[in-house]
């Protein structure tokens, strides 16, 4: 995923990817040549371009219209699992600068905060006898 890449962006990502897979599926009798059909070729070009406009590029998105040209294979929901590829290990997005919760990052100039630890005290040991 490309930088700046926000929640909102990843939720319609996966609307898109569900929305296509669905579409090919109930659209059938259209799309089951794959390759072949204008329909299917015109789905996967606007998917493809979807979910890079949103995502940015991923190699995963790269099998998914490579297999939605083949016949029957089509049928399968690829783009689904490349935007699950594509997202996985993310749990969100990326972090915009100035957006979100402040992690303690500091400017170069300025001091960090000191840390605070905090002390564990042992009673004195008593003689063994």
């Known amino acids: 995923m490309r ?5 909102l962006k ?3 990502a996966w609307a898109v990817a569900v929305g296509i ?7 059938l009798p259209a799309t089951v040549e ?7 070729v015109f789905l996967d070009v606007l998917a493809m371009g979807l979910l ?15 297999m939605e040209l083949v016949p029957f294979i089509d049928i399968t929901p690829t783009w689904t699992l490349a935007v ?4 996985r290990g993310g749990r969100g997005a990326v972090p ?17 905060p000191p840390k605070v630890v905090e002390a564990v005290v042992l009673p004195p040991e008593e003689p063994r006898a």
């Not at 794959?34 to 299917?40: N, R, T």
């Not at 915009?96 to 960090?112: F, N, Q, R, T």
Request: zero cysteines; aromatic letters at 12%.
């Open 3 to 7: 930088p700046g890449t926000t929640p």
């Open 10 to 12: 990843i939720r319609l």
């Open 21 to 27: 897979d669905a579409l090919q599926v109930f659209l």
């Open 34 to 40: 794959g390759g072949f059909s204008p329909v299917e």
């Open 52 to 66: 890079w406009a949103l995502l940015g590029w991923s190699w995963a998105f790269l099998p998914s219209f490579v």
């Open 84 to 87: 699950l590829v594509a997202t």
């Open 96 to 112: 915009v600068p100035g957006e979100g919760p402040d992690l303690g990052h500091h400017d170069a100039g300025e001091k960090p």
